[in-house]
């Protein structure tokens, strides 16, 4: 019930191309959804993130889209950049409760 | 935004010795900080939830003689590793919430623990 399931485990993707990562729960009671982006040897940075009566959130080339009849949520990485070669984690939370991790996605961009 | 600092970012010690970890917010007051750990290749697990002015509260497993965790203020929190062994080697990242009922936590650099 506490669990986040995210998927891949790794991505590979060209250079301009878009990255997706899916992320599942079961919890209803989650009600805040952020992402990490994590550099080797980094702590995690906030990403971006989204509560569960927004079906969509844009910031810049990263888009998160949640659909909470499937209790699913994903990050699009448009025009994806060797820069953006990190480890994506997806968590969830509610109010009260501990940040519930996924099991994180290693995003390789080629040039 | 919100700044989370940690210090040192590296520490190498022989086993045996204990090791200290600080973790401040630097802009902000955090009235919780958590304090993380992380394998290579793996997520994050949650070791201990401190909040300012009380004892810590440690997840299943999490030895609390070993790992001493203490939130003095409300931009300060430590960590101990007390008699440190090669096993405790390991990254620590703490992250501290920015409000009461806030969701959002903000993580610091980490700090590599390598215990000789």
């Known amino acids: 019930q506490q669990q986040v399931k995210q998927s891949p485990q790794s991505l590979i993707v060209q250079k301009g191309g878009i990255s997706i990562i899916n992320c599942a729960y079961e919890?209803?009671?989650?009600?805040?959804f952020p992402w990490y982006q994590q550099f080797p040897g980094k702590g995690p940075a906030l990403l971006i993130a989204?509560?569960?009566?927004?079906s969509e959130k844009k910031e810049g080339r990263f888009t998160i889209s949640f659909n909470k009849s499937a209790k699913q949520f994903s990050l699009h990485i448009m025009d994806s950049q060797p820069g953006d070669s990190a480890t994506y984690f997806c968590?969830?939370?509610?109010?009260?409760?501990?940040?519930?991790f996924g099991q994180g996605t290693e995003l390789s961009v080629k040039p | 935004g919100a700044v989370v600092s940690q210090h040192p970012s590296w520490v190498i010690c022989k086993s045996g010795t204990s090791v200290k970890i600080e973790c401040r917010s630097l802009d902000f007051q955090a009235t919780t900080m958590f304090w993380y750990r992380q394998f290579p290749k793996q997520s994050l697990m949650l070791m201990a939830t401190s909040n300012e002015g009380s004892k810590a509260t440690y997840e299943q497993g999490v030895e609390k003689d070993k790992f001493l965790i203490n939130h003095a203020s409300l931009t300060l929190s430590t960590l101990t590793v007390t008699s440190a062994h090669p096993e405790d080697s390991s990254f620590y990242i703490c992250s501290a919430r920015d409000r009461v009922g806030g969701r959002t936590q903000y993580f610091g650099p980490g700090t590599r623990l390598t215990v000789l």
């Open positions: 989204i509560r569960p009566d927004v």
């Open positions: 919890n209803t009671a989650f009600d805040y």
């Open positions: 968590a969830a939370i509610y109010q009260g409760g501990k940040l519930i």
